[in-house]
């Protein structure tokens, strides 16, 4: 379970740095309803640090009574953040 805890904590970084990259630029604007189009990168942080804490205690609290769905679970995290990620790259390419 190690290995998808680093990885998403990885993959959340990279996800909060792309953003706040491609913020800098006017003419992007972020997507998730969560930040508005147009957050400060603190908030972004912020708002990537709370729900890596909260998957990671999701995915702690299950792995006690179902270690296989705990993993199941964090494998869709990282999927999900791997996509987010890729789409940030190629928004980022699309600015330059």
Do not use: Y
Request: charged residues 15%; aromatic residues 6%; positive net charge.
């Amino acid at each position: 379970m190690k290995p998808l805890l680093v990885t998403l904590a990885i993959l959340r970084g990279a996800d909060a740095a792309a953003t706040c990259i491609a913020l800098a630029d006017t003419r992007a604007a972020e997507q998730n309803p969560l930040f508005g189009s147009r957050p400060s990168c603190a908030v972004v942080i912020g708002v990537q640090t709370i729900a890596l804490t909260a998957q990671i205690a999701g995915a702690k609290r299950l792995s006690d009574s179902h270690p296989t769905g705990a993993k199941w679970l964090l494998v869709g995290f990282v999927v999900a953040e791997g996509f987010a990620v890729a789409w940030n790259a190629r928004e980022l390419q699309r600015l330059r």
